[in-house]
Each structure stands twice: as C-alpha cells, then as structure tokens.
C-alpha cells in the first residue's frame, strides 16, 4: 500500500504561480509512475500530467503544456507539479496518483492504483 499526501493549493491571480508537491509514504520501496489528475465542479475528473518512475518519460495535457512542470525527487519520495501562468479554467481539486511502472503510457484515472485526497486549486480573474 502507497498513502499520498497533496500539499501546496490554494488561491491565486489569474497570471500567477503555484507549485504543488505529493508526499508518499507506505511501500515506497517499490517505485510507481506518478501522476496529476484534475477535477472541477460538476466534470469528470481529467489528466494533467504524469511522470515515469525514472523520470525518462514526461507528458502532459495540452492544456497545460508549456505552463505546468512534473517532476519528482525518489530519495524524498516525493512529485513536485509546478504551475506558471495560471488561468481561471485551471481552477480544480488537483490529485496525486500514482501506479505500476508502464501506467505513464495511461491517460486514464482507473489506470492508476493510489491516490491522494486533493488540494483545491483556485485561479481568480
């Protein structure tokens, strides 16, 4: 079992920066691909970015390509999302998850095992 721990939401201008951070702790010995899911009010719940557990493969949505950074610290056991020119529309709860190696070629929330409680993520126009 993997627990993950979001830190880092809150509230910002439309413009401005938020870097979030996920903790996991457990059976950490075992590396995982790790991801960043999105949900906003009355939607499904959508891909943001993942990184594999080496940290070789990196995707994003292409809504945020280009703004948003993955990246992660195994000694820490530790994902870091960084987000640059933040936008209204990227208002959401933000998800940690984290799955077997190979899920960085998934989209899909179901593809992933564990995941975070979320952290509120809001953009003010």
């Known amino acids: 079992q993997v627990q993950l721990v979001e830190f880092g939401g809150g509230l910002v201008q439309a413009g401005g920066s938020l870097r979030l951070s996920c903790a996991a702790s457990g059976r950490t010995d075992t590396l995982y691909d790790m991801a960043w899911f999105r949900q906003a009010p009355g939607k499904e719940r959508e891909f943001v970015a993942v990184?594999?557990?080496?940290?070789?493969?990196?995707y994003y949505a292409d809504s945020v390509k280009g703004r948003f950074t993955i990246s992660r610290d195994n000694a820490k056991n530790t994902e870091y999302l960084q987000m640059n020119s933040l936008k209204p529309e990227d208002t959401a709860v933000y998800y940690c998850?984290?799955?077997?190696?190979?899920?960085?070629?998934?989209?899909?929330?179901?593809?992933?095992?564990?995941w975070g409680q979320g952290t509120q993520v809001t953009v003010s126009s």
């Open positions: 998850a984290a799955g077997v190696p190979g899920s960085y070629n998934s989209r899909r929330a179901k593809d992933f095992d564990y």
């Open positions: 990184i594999s557990w080496s940290g070789r493969y990196i």
